[in-house]
């Protein structure tokens, strides 16, 4: 159950308008009659997230600074670690940190705030005089609370998140980013984003996470609300590395509107368990979405395993083309070992009224050895005979006779290997910046040594 008194104190803390205390409190009586959707993993309960006992909120030590001398010291390690914001001076337009469930840094170069664009933590957004109205139009229209307990329990609880608003025209050449670190044990995660690209505008903004390991399980439903506008463009990163004691759940959700375009890059290697199947709306005639997504489920150090008992990483996502001429295509690859399960479920929705579309969906997972399982289930649902769909899905190993021929060149079995993997995961990595291409090929390293 979700208290009264916590939900009047969050709210209290942030000094919310009282529209946005009436919203927790549908959100907090949402949660307490609805059920827990159906998800086919042992997330709740004793061998998981216990819900009773789960931290729901950690208080802040401060309020959010711009200057990066005023974080704590131990946060400024912690994020230093990290490279923020290292990586804000590499080529950042804007970063934020937020650490357990508060921002402690969000700042902006200058020049933009001039031109107009808004990059603010979502707390202040939503009772600042210039964004209240936009925040209160947009907030929860995507993820509906009375879609299930978690998107209830979210509305009730969420805090921290960036608000984003780039101005009609506006084209944003370096990216924003925004960083999430849940570092409390036993403690929950609710961020909430909004991402809104005015008429004609173009902005690629980051999202990045993180946790340490704890003999605890945390839990992290976050949200994330995009709202590409007419001719707008949206690039919109994730590289997900979350602690193996870790369950992820976060919800994302996109609306792009006629001639807007939206380019999707995903790459999810930590948790123990996540759950991750956003929606993409291709609303307006012509409007476009673009899905690269990637996952490595790995073991969770056991040393021998019968059956599946590592990570799993449940991926996909749903687009659904409710506009004539629209397009998608969705390339999506997995890499399973040590006992990890990954699933990829694509969902590719044409209503009668989208005549003209097309979309093309490929589905690849590459399993690295005899216990380990991979899952790539592309499906469409298609309502017009005026539209060209085209789906496929392979599975399979690495090639014996490839890692031979890499050992004959010189290179050891494991470097054969991590070469390999390297290149099925190449169009991933190529669609991210310098700095996070260089994070996802440590990342695949690391993941891959001694496979």
């Known amino acids: 159950m979700i208290s009264e008194d916590l939900v009047r104190e969050i709210s209290a803390i942030k000094q919310e308008p009282e529209w946005m205390l009436e919203l927790r409190f549908k959100g907090m009586r949402l949660f307490n009659k609805l059920p827990m959707p159906e998800i086919p993993y042992e997330i709740f309960g004793e061998t998981g997230v216990d819900l009773d006992n789960l931290e729901m909120y950690v208080k802040p030590k401060q309020d959010t600074v711009k200057n990066w001398k005023d974080v704590p010291k131990e946060i400024r390690e912690t994020f230093k670690e990290l490279g923020i914001p290292e990586a804000e001076r590499a080529g950042l337009a804007g970063v934020g940190a937020q650490y357990d469930s508060e921002m402690v840094y969000h700042n902006i170069r200058e020049e933009l705030t001039k031109l107009g664009v808004v990059y603010m933590p979502m707390d202040e957004a939503v009772r600042d005089s210039e964004t209240e109205e936009i925040v209160r139009k947009h907030f929860m229209k995507l993820v509906k609370p009375d879609g299930n307990k978690l998107a209830a329990m979210h509305l009730a609880l969420h805090s921290g998140g960036s608000f984003i608003y780039v101005p009609k025209g506006m084209t944003v050449s ?45 839990l992290h439903v976050g949200c994330v609300e995009m709202f590409v506008q007419k001719n707008a463009r949206l690039k919109f990163s994730a590289v997900v590395n979350w602690s193996k004691n870790l369950y992820n759940l976060t919800m994302k959700r996109a609306k792009v509107l006629t001639g807007g375009e939206l380019q999707w890059v995903s790459g999810v290697f930590g948790s123990r368990t996540s759950v991750l199947k956003p929606t993409i709306e291709l609303a307006g005639r012509g409007a476009k979405a673009e899905y690269t997504g990637v996952s490595l489920a790995g073991g969770l150090g056991e040393e021998n395993c019968s059956k599946p008992s590592g990570q799993i990483l449940d991926t996909g996502v749903r687009i659904v083309h409710q506009a004539p001429e629209t397009y998608s295509t969705i390339n999506s690859k997995s890499i399973s070992k040590d006992c990890g399960r990954t699933v990829t479920h694509t969902l590719v929705e044409i209503k009668p009224e989208a005549v003209g579309s097309k979309s093309y969906t490929n589905c690849k997972a590459l399993i690295m050895d005899n216990e380990s399982q991979a899952e790539a289930i592309p499906e469409v649902k298609v309502g017009t005979s005026e539209a060209d769909v085209v789906h496929e899905a392979s599975v399979g190993k690495v090639s014996s006779e490839a890692v031979l021929y890499l050992r004959s060149r010189g290179m050891s079995e494991e470097e054969a290997t991590r070469l390999l993997v390297r290149g099925f995961m190449r169009d991933v990595v190529r669609e991210l910046p310098l700095e996070y291409a260089k994070e996802m090929n440590d990342l695949l390293g690391l993941e891959m040594k001694n496979a």
């Open 174 to 218: 370096i990216p924003l980013n925004s960083y999430y670190r849940l570092n409390a044990p036993g403690a929950g995660q609710f961020e909430h984003t909004i991402v809104i690209v005015d008429e004609g505008a173009d902005v690629h903004f980051i999202e990045g996470c993180s946790a340490p390991k704890y003999n605890v399980a945390n």
